[in-house]
């Protein structure tokens, strides 16, 4: 009897190491596929570690924000375009991609898909150009006419002092979010005409503004009374979540 159980015990331990073996290998696979998101200081950090051939450095914004002011040596590759994927496909998988956008949203996405293709080595800028702004580092001269300080910090504190009660939204055109929140923002305006401010924000034609006020994402909502900020909401806001946050300022 133990001379037949023998070989069972040792098939099964050597099952059992194969095991062991197999998923040991899919963990080391698996750790070999990152994606990082780096601050605007461990983003510049990491770019100046590569060679100038070996980076690879991606705008997802549009063409028109990439003129408006880019990273030195980006390439555009609009997120929105049909064929994103296919010139994603293009890069080298095996050398470091750094991805951004104006506050991290569309670079995240971008981020993900790269993933998917199958690329080892993913760097995601934190707070987009926003946050790189802030940190004060370069990015190049526009190559197209936009007017980035159409909304200064006087014409805002103007707009607060007019006003008791103002729900301001800091928001883009491309912003799917802020799109998305447009009828609730219009519907409150007419429902609170008389009680609170709604003011609308377009971060690109704010850019001092936004730095000042350290915006980073959006959408974004800050609310004032009598010149103070008392609340700030950051993302997706549903109606019912501004009506309670408006009354709650209008009784006082």
Not at 47 to 72: C, F, M
Not at 184 to 206: G, P
Request: net charge negative; hydrophobic share 40%; proline share 4%.
């Amino acid at each position: 009897m133990k001379y037949t159980m023998m070989p069972c015990k040792r098939h099964i331990a050597h099952v059992f190491i194969a095991c062991v073996a197999v998923l040991c290998l899919l963990a080391c696979g698996g750790s070999s596929q990152r994606t990082e998101l780096l601050t605007a200081e461990q983003f510049q950090s990491e770019l100046e570690k590569q060679s100038e051939d070996h980076v690879q450095l991606i705008d997802v914004r549009t063409p028109e924000e990439y003129a408006g002011g880019h990273l030195a040596g980006a390439a555009n590759v609009n997120l929105k375009n049909e064929q994103f994927e296919a010139h994603l496909s293009n890069l080298d998988r095996e050398k470091p991609v750094f991805v951004y956008c104006l506050s991290g949203g569309r670079s995240a996405k971008a981020a993900i898909t790269l993933k998917d293709l199958g690329f080892t080595e993913v760097y995601d800028l934190k707070g987009g150009v926003m946050a790189w702004k802030q940190a004060n580092l370069p990015v190049t001269t526009p190559t197209v006419a936009v007017d980035t300080h159409a909304i200064t910090k006087a014409d805002f504190e103007k707009v607060l002092a007019e006003h008791p009660v103002v729900l301001v939204d800091f928001y883009a055109d491309w912003c799917l979010p802020c799109k998305q929140m447009e009828p609730t923002l219009l519907k409150l305006t007419e429902q609170y005409q008389d009680k609170v401010f709604i003011y609308r924000v377009n971060v690109e034609e704010a850019q001092s503004l936004t730095n000042d006020l350290k915006i980073t994402g959006i959408p974004v909502f800050h609310l004032y009374q009598n010149g103070q900020l008392t609340q700030a909401l950051q993302g997706y806001q549903e109606e019912k979540q501004l009506v309670a946050l408006l009354e709650q300022k209008a009784a006082d």
